[in-house]
């Protein structure tokens, strides 16, 4: 398994693909499927702004496009920012949908600033854990 600063690289890069024209903010996001593959997302905004897609579910569509159900770590890096920026929470209801409450969640602008987390902590109450699909 890949180390923290690494995944924290991998999802810089990716933000390096952002689409943001509008907030100028990019992020990026690094999950880690099951079986320890990476699969990477960016923003993606759209002048109707309500449609714009997160990284984090930019990379997880990616990821399930891709064959993947299970994800054990989601690393997100927003360079933009001077500090952590955790994800929304749209993102954390779909995030909840392939990741279980132990799955790991980093998040930071700076190696020097990442939070570390769960999806637990981050989306605790889960009211419709029981209809989850992906078990
Ligand atoms: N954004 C993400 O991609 N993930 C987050 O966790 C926070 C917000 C994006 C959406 C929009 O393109 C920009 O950052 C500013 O909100």
Do not use: W
């Amino acid at each position: 398994m890949k180390e923290i600063d690494e995944l924290y690289g991998i999802a810089t890069e990716a933000a390096s693909a952002s689409y943001s024209p509008y907030s100028h903010f990019r992020v990026g996001a690094a999950l880690v499927a099951e079986d320890g593959s990476v699969i990477t997302g960016t923003n993606v905004e759209n002048r109707s702004f309500g449609l714009t897609i997160c990284a984090e579910r930019s990379a997880l569509v990616a990821a399930v496009a891709a064959g993947h159900r299970r994800f054990v770590k989601l690393v997100i890096s927003t360079p933009d920012a001077d500090y952590a920026v955790s994800p929304c929470g749209a993102c954390r209801q779909v995030l909840s949908e392939f990741m279980g409450p132990e799955a790991q969640v980093f998040f930071g602008s700076r190696v020097d600033n990442i939070v570390a987390t769960t999806i637990g902590e981050l989306f605790p109450h889960d009211a419709l854990h029981e209809l989850r699909g992906a078990s």
